[in-house]
């Protein structure tokens, strides 16, 4: 199909590769999502704390979501496609066939899902590396079996692959993202590669040869090539040449399609300040803290500082916690009162977490709901802590546990486990803090930001007010944001941002509770003081 003259209305499409499904929407020049998306993708776990997905998979899915929702509508009508993807590591043979990355030698397995620990040694004998001062994890993820290094032919992030599908031919295949090259891969925009990087960490055979790992960049919302190629577009359900931007990490998508939200008249302490007084929230499986500044900062524990990988012209700061939504679910599904609840939740008509938020108002008696835990406190880093200790090793820790194992007591440990997230992200903010960051508002989207027990015990436990983008997609309007920008219909990503990003429900703290909530914190903090203190004395 070749593309006609514009005609109204216009739609974008955006798709988002999460960690187990993808998504897609159509949305139009105003950010409305008209329809949505979603397909499950597979995830094997080979062997402990080796995560592995098949490219071929992701892509299916998202052709599938694509024609989804685009069913019906004239795809001249759409202008461009914008992707998003978790920080996930593509590896391709030189003939660009999947290459398996584990030793069962399974084909189709040919990508390391970013939650992957394998190279867990590796990373701790390289983290004092100056470039990794800054930024650059997924390199870590190159420990390979010897005969999977030997057969490779191209080492892509997640995103690159899903811009890249079947435009090899055409000349497109080896751009790669500004956003992924200097947030994961030690790029540098002023300085490009670092040879002496590649060469102290052992893979010095890149140096002579970057095209394996990328050597044409592109900023985000910059248009690739002539569009999509004739294949390409037929599996998607898209006119041949459609705009394809070169796009975002999942979570710079979602703070994209949120922070630069117009918020005038909403009485928001951002309101008559920078947007760098804004910090995104994007909490689904994992959650990302997304600071933006017009300097560098240099915030301990906290990867960036980042020029243009997110907002243009502004610098980033990314910290996150490695496990929140994923935290929930092991600790709901592991408690013994699981099956009831289960039971009960599907009588009521409702998802298991609301029917948690109901219970717990229901035993909450005279008390207010967040006092149930005074005696219950969680260090939630059962994945290692990210931010902003920067500690894998660190362990998951639960005091205050009894023999009784009731529905109220899972509800309970439900809440502590929530208030530990929100305490978590208290401690990442204190940290920007310190290091220069002036943030008043927290802009949050993704998942969890569905659940308004989550969200208020985020605005309570930092006392900062919570927005809510008008559409709950965030993540999906960010990568169609990209799509508008490709297209030519905006002529800068922050004039798509104003456009098409927009205010929903606000969440005000409630300060009536600070002083509970200032001892939890001392709590917190405690809890990672005391396993530091037994592990080093477990290593003596």
Same mark, same amino acid.
């Given at each position: 199909?070749?593309?006609?003259?514009?005609?109204?209305?216009?739609?974008?499409?955006?798709?988002?590769? *999460?960690?187990?499904?993808?998504?897609?929407?159509? =949305?139009?020049?105003? *950010? @409305?999502?008209?329809?949505?998306?979603?397909?499950?993708?597979?995830?094997?776990?080979?062997?402990?704390?080796?995560?592995?997905?098949?490219?071929?998979?992701?892509? #299916?899915?998202?052709?599938?979501?694509?024609?989804?929702?685009?069913?019906?509508?004239?795809?001249?009508? %759409?202008?461009? %496609?914008?992707?998003?993807?978790?920080?996930? &590591?593509? =590896?391709?043979?030189?003939?660009?066939?999947?290459?398996?990355?584990?030793?069962?030698?399974?084909?189709?397995?040919?990508?390391?899902?970013?939650?992957?620990?394998?190279?867990?040694?590796?990373?701790?004998?390289?983290?004092?590396?100056?470039?990794?001062?800054?930024?650059?994890?997924?390199?870590?993820?190159?420990?390979?079996?010897?005969?999977?290094?030997?057969?490779?032919?191209?080492?892509?992030?997640?995103?690159?692959?899903?811009?890249?599908?079947?435009?090899?031919?055409?000349?497109?295949?080896?751009?790669?993202?500004?956003?992924?090259?200097?947030?994961?891969?030690? !790029?540098?925009?002023?300085?490009?590669?670092?040879?002496?990087?590649?060469?102290?960490?052992?893979?010095?055979?890149?140096?002579?040869?970057?095209?394996?790992?990328? =050597?044409?960049?592109?900023?985000?919302?910059?248009? &690739?090539?002539?569009?999509?190629?004739?294949?390409?577009?037929?599996?998607?359900?898209?006119?041949?040449?459609?705009?394809?931007?070169?796009?975002?990490?999942?979570?710079?998508?979602?703070?994209?399609?949120?922070?630069?939200?117009?918020?005038?008249?909403?009485?928001?302490?951002?309101?008559?300040?920078?947007?760098?007084?804004?910090?995104?929230?994007?909490?689904?499986?994992?959650?990302?803290?997304?600071?933006?500044?017009?300097?560098?900062?240099?915030?301990?524990?906290?990867?960036?500082? !980042?020029? @243009?990988?997110?907002?243009?012209?502004?610098?980033?700061?990314?910290?996150?916690?490695?496990?929140?939504?994923?935290?929930?679910?092991?600790?709901?599904?592991?408690?013994?009162?699981?099956?009831?609840?289960?039971?009960?939740?599907?009588?009521?008509?409702?998802?298991?977490?609301?029917?948690?938020?109901?219970?717990?108002?229901?035993?909450?008696?005279? @008390?207010?709901?967040?006092?149930?835990?005074?005696?219950?406190?969680?260090?939630?880093?059962?994945?290692?802590?990210?931010?902003?200790?920067?500690?894998?090793?660190?362990?998951?820790? $639960?005091?205050?546990?009894?023999?009784?194992?009731?529905?109220?007591?899972?509800?309970?440990? !439900?809440?502590?486990?929530?208030?530990?997230?929100?305490?978590?992200?208290?401690? %990442?903010?204190?940290?920007?803090?310190?290091?220069?960051?002036?943030?008043?508002?927290?802009?949050?989207?993704?998942?969890?930001?569905?659940? &308004?027990?989550?969200?208020?015990?985020?605005? #309570? %436990?930092?006392?900062?007010?919570?927005?809510?983008?008008?559409?709950?997609? @965030? =993540?999906?309007?960010?990568?169609?944001?990209?799509?508008?920008?490709?297209?030519?219909?905006?002529?800068?990503?922050?004039?798509?941002?104003?456009?098409?990003?927009?205010?929903?429900?606000? $969440?005000?703290?409630?300060?009536?509770?600070?002083?509970?909530?200032?001892?939890?914190?001392?709590?917190?903090?405690?809890?990672?003081? &005391?396993?530091?203190?037994?592990?080093?004395?477990?290593?003596?």
């Amino acid at each position: 199909m070749s593309r006609p003259e514009p005609t109204f209305p216009q739609y974008y499409v955006g798709i988002d590769v *999460g960690t187990a499904s993808v998504r897609a929407a159509l =949305v139009d020049q105003d *950010g @409305s999502v008209v329809l949505t998306a979603k397909e499950p993708i597979e995830i094997w776990e080979p062997h402990p704390d080796h995560y592995v997905q098949s490219s071929n998979d992701i892509w #299916d899915k998202c052709c599938h979501t694509a024609r989804r929702v685009t069913q019906g509508v004239d795809p001249s009508r %759409i202008r461009g %496609i914008g992707f998003d993807a978790t920080c996930s &590591l593509v =590896v391709l043979d030189k003939s660009f066939q999947p290459l398996p990355v584990n030793s069962n030698g399974e084909k189709d397995r040919n990508v390391i899902l970013w939650m992957d620990h394998r190279a867990f040694g590796q990373a701790r004998s390289t983290d004092r590396n100056r470039v990794l001062s800054w930024g650059g994890w997924i390199t870590t993820r190159l420990n390979l079996h010897e005969s999977c290094w030997e057969k490779a032919g191209h080492f892509l992030d997640l995103l690159t692959h899903c811009l890249s599908w079947d435009q090899h031919s055409y000349g497109c295949f080896f751009y790669r993202s500004l956003c992924t090259l200097i947030c994961k891969w030690t !790029y540098s925009s002023e300085t490009g590669w670092d040879d002496s990087f590649w060469t102290t960490i052992g893979l010095e055979d890149l140096v002579s040869d970057y095209s394996k790992i990328g =050597v044409q960049v592109s900023s985000p919302g910059t248009p &690739l090539g002539a569009g999509l190629s004739s294949k390409a577009a037929w599996e998607l359900g898209l006119c041949e040449g459609t705009a394809v931007a070169a796009s975002l990490i999942d979570a710079h998508a979602g703070g994209l399609g949120v922070v630069g939200a117009d918020v005038t008249g909403h009485n928001l302490p951002c309101e008559t300040q920078p947007i760098t007084s804004r910090l995104a929230l994007i909490c689904g499986t994992s959650s990302c803290h997304m600071a933006i500044s017009e300097r560098p900062l240099f915030v301990p524990g906290v990867w960036g500082p !980042y020029y @243009s990988a997110m907002v243009p012209g502004l610098w980033l700061n990314e910290g996150g916690q490695s496990a929140t939504g994923k935290l929930l679910d092991h600790i709901i599904k592991g408690h013994a009162a699981f099956p009831e609840l289960q039971k009960k939740a599907k009588e009521s008509g409702e998802n298991i977490y609301t029917f948690l938020n109901r219970h717990l108002e229901a035993i909450k008696k005279e @008390s207010a709901l967040g006092l149930l835990t005074d005696d219950l406190h969680i260090w939630p880093d059962f994945h290692g802590n990210r931010s902003p200790l920067a500690d894998p090793a660190l362990k998951g820790m $639960v005091v205050g546990l009894t023999l009784s194992q009731t529905l109220d007591d899972l509800a309970r440990l !439900y809440l502590a486990t929530v208030q530990a997230v929100a305490l978590g992200t208290r401690h %990442i903010l204190d940290t920007l803090q310190a290091a220069g960051h002036r943030i008043s508002t927290l802009f949050m989207c993704g998942g969890l930001s569905k659940n &308004l027990l989550f969200v208020q015990m985020h605005a #309570d %436990i930092t006392g900062l007010p919570v927005v809510l983008s008008r559409e709950v997609e @965030s =993540v999906l309007v960010g990568a169609a944001i990209l799509g508008a920008c490709a297209s030519g219909d905006f002529h800068s990503i922050q004039e798509a941002m104003g456009r098409m990003a927009g205010v929903g429900k606000i $969440v005000e703290s409630n300060p009536e509770h600070s002083s509970f909530y200032d001892k939890k914190y001392k709590v917190f903090r405690r809890l990672a003081e &005391l396993q530091k203190e037994y592990r080093a004395l477990m290593q003596d």
